[in-house]
């Protein structure tokens, strides 16, 4: 079955959670820390407001997701600021961030 892909949605949240919370920090953590940065609480140096999101689902379950904002910072337009891969259908070992 093919990866889909989509944008972030509130039920979305604690399997984003879920898979950052496998290398690093609480499944709590996690879960507020998403959620304040999608609604703007939570604020890189120089962010501008608009974030956005997008999951990768497969056979029903989260494999991967993205998230970041538009900012001007180091001479750049965009920050990456959440990357999550399930590292069970990576392929590859990755390490903890």
Not at 13 to 24: E, F, S, V
Request: aromatic share 8%; with cysteine.
């Amino acid at each position: 079955m093919p990866v889909e892909v989509w944008p972030v949605e509130n039920r979305d949240i604690a399997a984003m959670a879920g898979l950052r919370a496998q290398t690093w920090g609480t499944l709590d953590y996690w879960q507020m820390r998403i959620l304040s940065y999608l609604r703007g609480e939570l604020c890189p140096k120089q962010a501008l407001a608009p974030r956005t999101a997008f999951v990768a689902i497969e056979d029903g379950a989260l494999v991967g997701f993205v998230a970041g904002h538009l900012m001007h910072r180091h001479g750049c337009h965009g920050e990456l600021e959440f990357i999550g891969i399930d590292p069970s259908n990576a392929g590859v070992a990755l390490p903890a961030c």
